[in-house]
């Protein structure tokens, strides 16, 4: 059957059809108005999405670390986010034990171990995607909760790339426990703005912060950490126009 799309009651030609779908100022159809004409229209939402926050290149022992703090999340399920288990949890802890194992036969030098031991590493991965995927389908699931079922998790919120200015940068010293952090200026409308910026700190990927001393400049001079520990920062500003921002992503450095 012919489809007919009707406007006030008269037939539209296929260029008028195409004009009101490209213009889509109808936000609302009038039935009195506007009468046999169906239009879809497909928005597309933004979707918080998580990310393990490392690779399999990651050190060893610091691999190890980030793999049981997410085996460990997901067990104490201290949000209350994962009660329906993550089903290979167990699978995942095996997969870790099974990597220590073989960590500690190369250290012992026994011959053939870099070999079992890439291949351990490469399944305690294995489990760790499969950890994200179910992170994130109950992220899509629970969109307005989805940045603390990530983070419970001790993963990391994917947030998404833009050709703007890094947010929040990191650079090691100089100076033993020092981190100098640099933020991107509060502006409205393409104007600088007076602004206070907070900072915090974590050494626990994120279970708990420490707040720094705020600034009126957008960067700092963080001394006193402890070195050779995973540090991860974030930042929020305030100012008159733009009010209280968001707390940024986190970066991380190990200080010296």
Do not use: C
């Not at 926050?53 to 104490?76: C, N």
């Not at 209350?80 to 802890?93: C, D, K, M």
């Not at 929040?168 to 409205?188: D, E, F, H, I, T």
Request: no cysteine; proline share 4%.
């Amino acid at each position: 059957m012919k489809k007919i799309y009707t406007y006030i009651g008269k037939p539209m030609s296929k260029k008028e059809i195409r004009n009101l779908q490209k213009n889509l100022m109808v936000q609302m159809f009038n039935p009195y108005t506007l009468s046999g004409f169906i239009l879809l229209a497909s928005v597309s939402l933004p979707v918080t999405k998580g990310k393990l926050g490392f690779t399999i290149d990651e050190r060893d022992g610091d691999f190890v670390r980030k793999s049981k703090a997410i085996h460990a999340a997901l067990l104490a399920d201290a949000g209350g986010y994962y009660t329906v288990p993550f089903a290979n949890l167990a699978a995942l802890l095996t997969a870790i034990t099974n990597f220590e194992n073989e960590m500690a036969n190369m250290d012992a030098g026994i011959l053939g171990t870099p070999g079992a031991k890439n291949a351990a590493k490469r399944a305690v991965m294995k489990y760790l995607k499969k950890a994200l995927n179910y992170i994130n389908d109950l992220a899509f699931d629970q969109q307005l909760n989805s940045v603390e079922i990530i983070t419970g998790s001790t993963m990391l919120v994917n947030l998404p790339i833009t050709q703007d200015k890094q947010d929040l940068k990191a650079n090691v010293g100089p100076g033993v426990g020092v981190v100098m952090l640099y933020a991107k200026a509060v502006k409205w409308f393409g104007k600088y703005q007076k602004a206070t910026y907070e900072w915090q700190f974590t050494i626990d990927r994120g279970t708990t912060w420490e707040d720094l001393p705020y600034t009126t400049m957008a960067k700092t001079r963080v001394t006193g950490m402890l070195t050779g520990i995973e540090t991860s920062f974030r930042k929020r500003s305030f100012s008159e126009k733009t009010g209280l921002s968001p707390w940024s992503e986190w970066v991380s450095v190990y200080p010296i």
